[in-house]
């Protein structure tokens, strides 16, 4: 086994060192390193988009990614995207419009959307769905999916700005952002 690396890497605004393989990727790294599990693994071979995370502002497959290629990076993960105990504009949207059914895909079709929604503020529909090609859903058919990024388009969804809550934040923090156990 090669010898373990420092790595230092500002998850969600918290600054995290730890000694790693230098094979460890930067979603296992996520997950069971630091226990944010809300990232998840669909595939580990860059098809299904569920480990999608942002990597210094852009949204990047962290199935593709070592940890130690993200040293010294800033990485959010779904676990950051509220504030405060509030859901993220996009998590209020899948919400409101049955985006999620199982919810594995949702973590990572959330973080794809509000990076696309970071460098196109007022997507078409097309243009959607083109932005969530690299993220795939076995369950919800993609039509609400759609419907849920137009609307937090609409609302004027940025990547940080989250308006007042329409609704108490846990529970509905619970089925839209947290992993589905196996
Ligand atoms: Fe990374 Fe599927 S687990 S793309
Ligand atoms: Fe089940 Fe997308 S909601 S995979």
């Known amino acids: 086994m090669a010898s373990p690396v420092r790595v230092s890497v500002t998850v969600n605004g918290v600054n995290q060192t730890a000694e790693v393989e230098p094979r460890l990727l930067l979603v296992h790294f996520l997950r069971d390193t630091l226990g944010l599990t809300g990232t998840h693994v669909g595939c580990d071979t860059s098809n299904c988009g569920a480990c999608t995370v942002h990597l210094n502002g852009e949204a990047v497959k962290s199935c593709t990614v070592l940890a130690v290629q993200a040293d010294g990076s800033d990485v959010t993960t779904i676990e950051g995207m509220g504030q405060e105990g509030n859901l993220h504009p996009l998590q209020e949207a899948f919400w409101e ?14 973080m794809a959307a509000a990076d696309l929604l970071e460098r196109n503020p007022s997507p078409s529909e097309q243009q959607v769905r083109e932005g969530l090609a690299g993220n795939l859903c076995r369950c919800t058919g993609y039509h609400n999916i759609v419907k849920a990024v137009l609307s937090a388009a609409n609302a004027g969804s940025g990547r940080v700005e989250v308006p007042a809550p329409s609704r108490e934040g846990a529970e509905v923090a619970e089925a839209v952002s947290q992993e589905i156990k196996p």
């Open 97 to 110: 419009h049955h985006g999620l059914q199982c919810g594995y895909c949702t973590p990572g079709m959330i």
